[in-house]
């Protein structure tokens, strides 16, 4: 079984480009360029050195001795939080506005919903000197708003998109009528492992960065490179995808991803994707995603603004299908807890995405010898006034 995308941009019945005649050029120059483009030696050195010197790569390793007592069995946390700008987005940002720059684009556009991936575009277009425009919902915009200053402060242009539920599809509808409207001198950077093909593809590839990293450092620390199990939470899919990526053909590392149950997921509110989605198209590529009877995509819910999206990238659909993936759903409540816990335990206040892939220690069972790697995707520092609303901080 091959988990990783083919030739034709497909992850098993998944994946694909579906996308408007007028964007089928720009879609098909990055198809056609971006494997050489990775590959080439100075691409390499580039991106090598600013993960290194700019994001702070290699991210920790840490074994979390006092969680691993209280679960009994040993848990490692790869430590993303501590990247600069807080989370693993900036690995894909820093990857892609290089791959903008190789390909002659002087105009970054981009889509956000909670602006964590808008962030991290308007961080990487402030270090190249590129214009930067992020599209973002009239809605999120008013919820978000340190992330709208930070964006500002970075430089960037916040348009806000004013049709629809004024959200993040709405956003996403903005940014690719934008890019029909700019193809010459404009890179669509995608936040996460979605979109037309080579989109899922490319993202995996600069955030598999996580897993190459995990290799060595667990052969540093338990002789051996391959853990028992990898555990990632999954809004669209990147931080899983990075995490997963080298130990998609290792049979004996166990896959388990996490997704957003919300109040429940039967509740109607949830974003539990790969559960309740069914075959569909969402933003250019074919995949499971929540929709109603008619086909019309269903507004998902989570607590965490990141696991909050209705669909899931095609590789992990494809990990569902097959069963290479344990797929787990993690309520609102579950994994505010879990927050708690590793806050307390480890002095680690995760950001409630993550907080959803640790949920799963209280009622998923390990071995007390199992190595269990679990992805910490990001900082909590951004989800503090959720933290205090719901604790009474
Ligand atoms: C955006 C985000 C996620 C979800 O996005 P993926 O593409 O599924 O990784 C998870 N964790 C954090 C901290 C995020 O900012």
Redesign the pocket.
């Known amino acids: 079984m091959n988990y990783n995308v083919d030739e034709k941009g497909y992850y098993g019945e998944f994946g694909g480009a579906f996308i408007p005649e007028m964007l089928y050029p720009n879609v098909e120059n990055l198809r056609q360029q971006y494997l050489k483009i990775m590959a080439e030696p100075s691409f390499k050195k580039e991106f090598d050195q600013l993960l290194k010197d700019y994001v702070g790569r290699p991210s920790p390793l840490y074994f979390a001795k006092r969680l691993s007592e209280k679960y009994n069995t040993k848990v490692y946390l790869k430590r993303e939080d501590l990247n600069h700008t807080g ?3 900036v690995n894909n940002t820093i990857g892609q506005i290089l791959m903008a720059k190789r390909l002659g684009k002087t105009r970054i556009i981009a889509e956000t919903g909670a602006g ?2 808008g962030v991290a575009t308007a961080t990487v277009c402030a270090l190249m000197g590129m214009e930067c425009i992020v599209y973002m919902g009239e809605i999120d915009i008013a919820r978000q708003a340190p992330n709208v200053a930070r964006m500002k402060m970075l430089g960037a242009e916040v348009r806000p998109a004013l049709s629809g539920s004024r959200t993040l599809k709405d956003a996403t509808n903005e940014a690719i009528r934008d890019w029909i409207n700019n193809p010459v001198d404009t890179h669509y950077i995608i ?3 979605i979109g037309p093909h080579p989109y899922p593809d490319m993202v995996t590839r600069f955030q598999s960065i996580i897993s190459e990293e995990i290799k060595w450092q667990l052969k540093e620390k338990e002789g051996k490179e391959n853990p028992d199990y990898v555990v990632a ?8 995808a990075g995490t997963f990526y080298h130990f998609l053909h290792e049979r004996e590392v166990g896959i388990i991803a996490v997704e957003a149950a919300g109040k429940g997921v039967d509740s109607g509110e949830s974003a539990a994707t790969s559960v309740l989605g069914k075959m569909g198209i969402i933003h250019g590529c074919k995949t499971l995603l929540m929709q109603t009877v008619d086909g019309q995509i269903t507004e998902p819910y989570s607590i965490s603004a ?2 909050d999206y209705p669909g899931v990238g095609p590789m992990h659909a494809h990990l569902y299908k097959t069963g290479r993936a344990e797929f787990i759903a993690v309520t609102d409540d579950e994994a505010m807890q879990a927050g708690m816990v590793l806050s307390k335990l480890e002095g680690i206040i995760p ?1 409630i ?2 907080s959803h892939a640790f949920a799963i220690l209280e009622t998923r069972k390990f071995k007390p010898e199992d190595v269990v790697v679990f992805n910490l ?2 900082r909590g520092d951004k989800d503090l006034d959720t933290y205090i609303n719901y604790f009474k901080l």
């Open positions: 989370a693993h987005k964590q991936h936040g996460s492992a939470c999954i809004g669209g899919g990147s931080n899983a990141g696991l950001a995405e993550s995707s990001g």
